[in-house]
């Protein structure tokens, strides 16, 4: 199984970028999906998950900015952060938990795409 993360790039404070992960490979079912981010020095953090019957959660301080979504048929998740600050910049990171057919669901990570917001 592997999670193909793209989308982050350099944005001008107050611009807008969008996410994208793709889930692929031995493939049974997903449940949540989530996107964190690490930024320099700091440890990794929830942004936004969704569950697989579609509920959602925010961090606090991407409330109102970002919308986080997904398409259960293409096995992707998607992350529209709108409203960018500078202290949004981190390497972004999608989370599935994936059931391949065998034993339980489990944590699959992708490799990061850095955002960075300029001032």
């Known amino acids: 199984v592997q999670l193909q993360a793209s989308g982050g790039g350099l944005v001008q404070a107050g611009g807008s970028l969008r996410l994208s992960c793709a889930a692929s490979?031995?493939?049974?079912?997903?449940?949540?999906m989530a996107w964190y981010r690490q930024a320099p020095g700091k440890q990794r953090e929830l942004v936004a998950d969704i569950a697989n019957i579609g509920s959602t959660n925010y961090a606090d301080s991407v409330k109102g900015r970002f919308t986080i979504s997904r398409d259960g048929a293409k096995n992707m998740v998607y992350l529209q952060m709108n409203s960018l600050k500078p202290e949004d910049t981190a390497v972004y990171y999608c989370?599935?938990?994936?059931?391949?057919?065998?034993?339980?669901?489990?944590?699959?990570w992708g490799q990061g795409t850095q955002v960075t917001v300029s001032s």
């Open positions: 989370n599935a938990k994936i059931y391949t057919g065998w034993g339980s669901f489990n944590d699959y």
């Open positions: 490979g031995r493939i049974h079912s997903i449940n949540g």
